[in-house]
């Protein structure tokens, strides 16, 4: 009699394959500062399951939002928003009137969203030229994208650079990190198990002994190793003609 394998389990919604949302700060939404000119950092925060730390910002006039912070700004520090602000960390500014060259984070697809990209931890993206259709910006993965001149960005880097670059030292934190994510480790090949509990298992070998490429609308009890996929295996070369 075999059992329901990993992917199914994750599928029902059983309560230890749940992020612990409810332990974080800022849980639902982006933040805006539309029809605010100024506010201060009242305090900066670490949320469990993000990188980058949080900054707590008392808005004039309103309530208060959080932002991730930039590197360089310190509790108390006023921020300004607003279009002829000048170009200084922490400032809110619209694209059009970013000076070129400028590194800002926390950057609005559409005006009024909040900011929904470059917001993780050293990321940032730059701003390259002003265009007839928008803003030209290169973002953190070399690509470059055209904005609306009234989306607001803030100026300079998200704070919490390098945190990949330092090694888990003990499997403990490593797991605590992926809890708080909601994500399953560690992750062990559907080949090392037995075919009770994996497709690809079974078999003193320790391969397949099946094509591990299933359709996009198999079964999810069959729905493991290369969903979909286009291509398997190492790419051949082309020649050039």
């Given amino acids: 009699m075999g059992k329901n394998i990993l992917v199914q389990r994750r599928g029902r919604g059983y309560f230890i394959f749940k992020a612990p949302t ?3 700060i800022h849980s639902v939404g982006y933040n805006s500062v539309d029809g605010h000119s100024s506010g201060y950092v009242k ?29 360089g700004i310190a509790v108390g520090q006023k921020l300004l928003f607003g279009s002829e602000v000048p170009a200084e960390i922490g400032n809110i500014k619209t694209l059009g009137k970013m000076p070129e060259g400028t590194m800002i984070c926390n950057i609005e697809l559409r005006h009024g969203d909040g900011g929904t990209m470059a917001r993780s931890s050293g990321s940032f993206a730059t701003v390259v030229s002003h265009t007839p259709i928008g803003t030209e ?3 953190p993965s070399g690509k470059t994208i055209h904005v609306n001149d009234n989306c607001r960005a803030m100026i300079g880097v998200v704070a919490g650079a390098g945190r990949t670059e330092k090694p888990f030292m003990k499997a403990g934190p490593r ?25 690809h298992g079974g078999g003193r070998h320790k391969h397949a002994g099946k094509p591990t490429t299933v ?3 198999t079964s999810p009890g069959r729905k493991v190793g ?12 082309r020649s050039a003609r």
């Fill in 137 to 139: 910006l290169r973002m």
């Fill in 22 to 24: 409810h332990r974080r």
């Fill in 226 to 237: 290369n969903i979909a996929a286009r291509q398997t295996g190492r790419a051949k070369r």
């Fill in 43 to 71: 305090d900066l925060l670490h949320e469990m399951a993000r990188g980058a730390p949080l900054a707590l910002l008392k808005v004039e006039g309103a309530g208060e939002i959080y932002i991730p912070a930039p590197e």
């Fill in 175 to 199: 797991w605590f990190l992926q809890r708080a994510r909601g994500r399953k480790w560690p992750v062990v090949k559907g080949q090392a198990m037995i075919a009770a509990s994996h497709p």
């Fill in 215 to 217: 359709g996009r609308w």
